[in-house]
């Protein structure tokens, strides 16, 4: 079962950094966060991960709580190609998908 | 990251016919991959866990009679839709895990309708 919570959907103009909340107050101390996002009739696509520290890879940013209870996926410049349904998933092994938050990039 | 395929990645059947639905693992080999599906406008739902050499786990819900799952080979898994029907068609992903931490990588999807 999904156990994170994410607005529906979100604007957010084209060069804009683009700021993704996610609710997981039940997050257990072992369980990691990911975020994943699915651009229409493709496959989700990883974009990052982490347990408590925050992380940064070329795709975006991952800002974790120091409770763990929340965090938020920045993508520092968004383009219209960023456009997709991004998921936030807490867990140790199977991914259970939430129903995402709809971002569209306006130019 | 790695690499995922699937075919068909898209397919129209009778009702009544067996589909199958490959995944393969292109540049890893994956000890463990995973099946989801997705209904129109729905987010995707894990249907089972496909380990090498062994029985699939079903999550609840999901009937393993009519959705068979084969993970012969550390690079292929198959899905076969046993007696199709039209409420069957969705959208069918498969996934590898990585065996790094934690990461799975996701195929491109087949769409199957059924008529």
């Known amino acids: 079962d999904a156990k994170t919570t994410q607005p529906t959907s979100m604007d957010c103009a084209e060069g804009r950094a683009a700021n993704l909340p996610c609710n997981h107050s039940t997050i257990s101390g072992n369980e990691y966060v990911y975020w994943y996002r699915q651009i229409h009739s493709q496959g989700p696509q990883y974009i990052i991960h982490g347990l408590k520290n925050n992380e940064t890879n070329e795709m975006a940013s991952l800002i974790i709580t120091e409770d763990r209870k929340s965090s938020t996926l920045i993508l520092p410049h968004a383009t219209l190609r960023d456009t997709a349904v991004y998921y936030c998933?807490?867990?140790?092994?199977?991914?259970?998908f939430g129903t995402g938050t709809r971002l569209t990039v306006i130019p | 990251g790695a690499v995922v395929s699937q075919h068909p990645s898209w397919v129209i059947c009778k009702s009544g016919t067996s589909v199958k639905i490959e995944c393969r693992s292109l540049?890893?080999?994956?000890?463990?991959m995973f099946w989801y599906r997705q209904f129109p406008k729905q987010s995707l739902m894990l249907m089972a866990t496909?380990?090498?050499?062994?029985?699939?786990?079903?999550e609840q819900g999901v009937e393993k009679d009519k959705f068979l799952i084969n993970h012969a080979s550390l690079t292929l898994s198959t899905l076969t839709v046993t007696s199709a029907h039209p409420e069957d068609s969705s959208f069918y992903i498969c996934s590898e895990h990585s065996g790094r931490v934690n990461e799975q990588f996701f195929g491109p999807g087949t769409r199957l309708t059924v008529l």
């Open positions: 540049d890893f080999q994956a000890t463990t």
């Open positions: 998933i807490v867990s140790t092994n199977n991914l259970f």
């Open positions: 496909s380990n090498e050499g062994s029985k699939a786990t079903y």
